[in-house]
């Protein structure tokens, strides 16, 4: 009876190293794919989100008020807040839906989800000559995954006329 030689032993043991190291690292490649993906399908969702919400209230406020940090906009029917939450690095917001309310200065419910991090946000209102408020939004968010960080800038700007 004739076995396996050293050398036939040895070089099968290499073989099989070559493609189970081969397949971890298309493993851990497609896992970064994966996260890179999603990282950035949930980011540009979380802005697109937060752009219409913004673009809702500031063309259909009546008065706007704020600082570098925060807004606030008060329609007939309706008040927003949007305020930055430094600590925990998003944007909690409140929205009300009735006649004559007052925009909450504190509001409790974070906008972005708790995995993407505003690293920096700016809220600029200036009035323009024509009549109105030039409304802008500046900011960087980061989004972590647990094999990807994507980042992303974004800026944003509204016309509101009715102030």
Not at 119 to 144: C, D, H, M, N, Y
């Amino acid at each position: 009876m004739r076995g396996f030689t050293l050398f036939e032993t040895l070089l099968a043991m290499t073989i099989v190293s070559i493609v189970s190291v081969t397949s971890v690292y298309i493993l851990f490649l497609s896992l970064n794919l994966r996260d890179l993906t999603l990282t950035t399908t949930k980011t540009d969702e979380s802005v697109r989100v937060f752009e219409r919400f913004l673009r809702e209230a500031v063309l259909g406020a009546q008065s706007i008020s704020g600082d570098n940090q925060s807004i606030f906009l008060r329609s007939q029917s309706e008040c927003w807040s949007f305020v930055y939450d430094a600590v925990n690095k998003n944007v909690k917001y409140s929205s009300k839906i009735q006649s004559g309310c007052i925009p909450d200065p504190n509001p409790s419910s974070y906008f972005f989800p708790l995995s993407s991090k505003i690293e920096a946000i700016s809220f600029l209102v200036s009035p323009i000559t024509t009549g109105g408020r030039l409304v802008k939004v500046s900011g960087t968010i980061q989004t972590i995954l647990p094999f990807d960080i994507f980042q992303k800038t974004f800026s944003l700007s509204y016309v509101n006329l009715i102030d």
